[in-house]
């Protein structure tokens, strides 16, 4: 029996599913059939009370699991790595926080899971995946990379969070200019499953999704003017927009202040400490939509904001500030909406 469902405007794209029925019995009295098997989606009480696992992956550091999530939710601090090195050698927690993958080279996963549940989880699955950088992610664009399992401890334990390695390595390429999205999915086989939608950071706490820049060993910051400058060759990031699920879509770029993106602390390695606002020396623009493949546009207006439609379309991010200095950066957040609902981003950070 389906439930009532948190969603998009679009009433196309996957929403979730839950339950509101309290599993009381109707005046309280027993027949026979009160001893069937209840409907999926009734609970006994509020969720939060149920002797149950509440499992989850943050969006960003005050997450407490509450979905539909209020700002990015691509930029989760739970979603880790170790650069240039591989599992069978990489400590059970990454020494540094805030490291980028290295290209052509073995990189080691790792996710923060939580349970604030008031039941133990013995048998959460951990699944980590990478994506071609895309606006909106489904299940033809993420690779599984390895998976594990994990046994939680109920909220208020010393067991009730933990680092998770994911025990194959991961190489990325250079495919998209070299940036990938991270994503990863926990959930116990037995009282809390991933639910649904099965991809959508957004709206199942089940779900973190990380955007993550590839940085070639040994490469430093260059390019010309209109150029993407990053720490990597000097290209355009083309970014994947749909699927839409049937609608048009717009997709913008914006600047926003290096404080405005918590997962720069850990970057910095400490709390509240954000890399100072570089000066802008140059204009960020995306191209015109083009076919998926086909590379950048080398037609028609670049601009902030574009609209695209069909699932068939990317488009170019590039930006013509200067290398920040020592201690500052730019922040560029890449977003896709319909009818005003973002349901997918990517983020760009320039680093002095």
Known sequence: MAGPT?????????????GTS?????????????????PWNTWP??????????LFLRANAGDLGARPVVGPFWESPDVL???GTDPAVAPPVPPELGQTALAGKPNTLYAHVWNFGLAQAPNVVVEFYWCDPSLGIGPAGAH????????????????SHAVVKC???????FVNGGHECLLVRAWDETSDGLGTPQWDAALNRHIGQRNIHVMAAGSGAAGRPGELL????ATPLTLKVGPLYGEAAQVRVDRAAPHEMPWLQLRTGTRGHFPAQAPVTGDVVLSPPTPIGGGPSTGGVTGTE??????????AFSTGDAVPAPGQAHVYRVTASQQGQVFGGYTVILLG
């Open 81 to 83: 790595l170790l650069a």
């Open 45 to 54: 009480g509020p969720r939060g009370d149920l002797f149950l696992p509440f």
């Open 230 to 233: 990053l720490p990597a060759p």
């Open 6 to 18: 948190i969603g998009w405007k679009n009433p196309n794209r996957p929403a979730r599913h839950y």
């Open 167 to 173: 025990p194959t390595a991961w190489v990325p390429s």
């Open 22 to 38: 309290t599993g009381r019995v109707p005046g309280g009295q027993l027949d026979p059939c009160d001893f069937d098997t209840p």
């Open 306 to 315: 574009h609209q695209v439609v069909g699932d068939d379309q990317q488009v």
């Open 144 to 159: 599984l990379i390895g998976h594990t399992v994990v046994a939680l401890g109920a909220r208020g334990s010393a067991r």
